[in-house]
């Protein structure tokens, strides 16, 4: 007789192993993989479906004409934007985030706004009392607001009572509390958490209800993250933001109905979320003088050019392994790029340590921002400030040799407006008619430390 298969599965990335062990081969996470109940005895392979024919389906061909998913916008512009301009019908949407970063803050403030714009909302916390949830409302000036509110965590009981409510719109904060009565785990598990979403996302479908689910992003094993459920809805969004700092990223990771890679810019202030409609303008607002080490780079989020400043710090390194210290940017990039400076323009980095920095807790993921990187490295080396009205992009290869990046334009053009008036960019990059910026093009890194430096 066949022993019972033991299942484990990782509670960040989803994957299943037979085998316990202390990181998970997916994703690289440590201390995430749990054993699971196998979710079903049988398993579909073991029975098959030939023999009991179903009913025909209609199929029909790509040419159908149809109109646009109908859409609700908010009124809340950056909430909006990211969706891909407002709320799709019968759309799941996923709004993943760590804990205590404002998840519950932002959907409160948009189930309100959403239910202004005419849609029926039902609130569902799972993790709170309606009394914290309506103190919470009140704090935000929105206890008006015609949202039902719900405090449950039973998935049957919620079905049932949407069923009965017909919402517009279901926002379920969190997905991780919910528990279906029929899935044997703990609620919180892979399971249970997989067997929830795909319970609202179906109810969302044949009902044309929206849903919103809200997931934790989380450290521990037992519970499972939002990654377990991101392809089962459409659209996935992650809240953002470093602790410390006032502003908040909700950022597209994919969108069915939209552009990904959009991004919506908050501040938390007193009274809930405020939207900032010029993010430049923000992540720029503390600095004054040229400082040696500071770069402006032109950088761009999903469609929308977002100007930020890259600081290095580069000193003598008192360790006998010199530090490397990155944050808002990828570190395996950093070292690429020193490795450059290195051995095509022989400018040595070793025994001194780096530090880089994207100011205002923003997180750059754009190769384009090579060369600012580069121009940080070097300034903060040198002690040489670049001029204070420029600006910097441009993807650097491992030969030295500088490529064009996309939408140099619209760089360009946000630039402009916040009153730079010089860019450093590769050659052969357009400036077009409109930019009215002077453009300094460099062929290669070489080149680049000459001319700016006087180095080489
Ligand atoms: P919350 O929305 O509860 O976070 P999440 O649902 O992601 O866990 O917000 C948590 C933090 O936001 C909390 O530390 C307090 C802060 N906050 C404000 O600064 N201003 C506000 O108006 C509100 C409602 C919360
Ligand atoms: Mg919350």
């Known amino acids: 007789m066949a022993k019972a ?33 196998p979710l079903s005895q049988a398993g579909p392979a ?16 790509l040419s159908t004409q ?18 891909g301009g407002g709320l799709v019908e019968a759309s799941a949407i996923l709004v993943g985030g760590d804990p205590g970063i404002g998840k519950s803050t932002l959907l409160l403030q948009a189930a309100a706004r959403f239910a202004d714009s005419g849609l029926k909302v039902v609130y569902i916390s799972g993790e709170e009392a309606p009394a914290q949830v309506r103190m919470r409302a009140r704090r935000l000036g929105l206890s008006e607001a015609s949202v039902k509110l719900g405090a449950e965590t039973n998935l049957r009981d919620i079905l049932t009572t949407l069923e009965k409510e017909e919402p517009d719109l279901v926002i379920i ?33 044949t009902r044309g209800v929206s849903v919103i689910l809200v997931g934790h992003v989380t450290k521990e094993g037992q519970l499972a993250g939002p990654r377990v459920v991101e392809h089962m809805v459409d659209t996935v969004l992650y809240f953002e933001g470093e602790r410390g700092h006032q502003f908040r990223l909700l950022r597209a990771v994919k969108n069915r109905f939209g552009p990904a890679h959009e991004i919506g810019v908050f501040e938390m202030t007193g009274d809930g979320l405020s939207e900032v409609t010029n993010p430049s303008a923000l992540f720029l607002s503390e600095r004054d003088e040229p400082a040696p080490g500071s770069v402006v780079f032109a950088g761009i989020e999903g469609t929308r050019p977002v100007l930020v400043e890259f600081q290095a710090l580069v000193a003598p390194s008192p360790h006998s392994q010199a530090r490397r210290t990155v944050v808002g940017w990828d570190g395996s990039r950093l070292a690429m790029i020193l490795a450059v400076l290195e051995s095509r323009c022989g400018i040595p980095f070793a025994g001194l340590d ?20 580069a121009a940080a490295l070097l300034s903060a080396r040198e002690d040489a400030a670049l001029p204070k009205d420029c600006v910097v992009f441009g993807e650097l290869s491992l030969s030295g040799a500088l490529r064009p990046v996309g939408q140099a334009e619209n760089r360009l053009k946000e630039a402009r407006k916040l009153g730079f008036s010089s860019a450093i960019a590769p050659a052969q990059t357009k400036a077009g008619l409109a930019s009215g910026m002077e453009l300094r093009q460099m062929r290669d890194l070489v080149g680049f430390v000459g001319d700016i430096f006087g180095a080489g």
């Open 173 to 205: 904060d969190s997905i991780q509390t919910m528990w279906a009565d029929n899935v044997e785990s703990a609620p919180g598990s892979v399971s249970q958490v997989r067997a929830a979403a795909h319970e609202l996302t179906t109810f969302a479908k």
């Open 46 to 61: 073991s029975k098959t479906l030939g023999g009991l024919r179903g009913k025909e389906i209609p199929l029909s061909t």
């Open 66 to 83: 149809e109109a646009p998913p109908p859409r609700t916008a908010s009124g809340l512009g950056e909430f909006d934007r990211v969706l």
């Open 5 to 37: 298969q033991k299942n484990f599965v990782c509670s960040n990335c989803g994957a299943v192993t037979t085998k316990w062990s202390g990181r998970c081969d997916g994703c690289g996470e440590w201390n995430t993989i749990a054993e699971e109940k």
């Open 354 to 373: 780096v530090y880089l920095n994207v100011a205002g807790g923003m997180k750059v993921s754009e190769p384009a921002a090579d060369l600012a990187v």
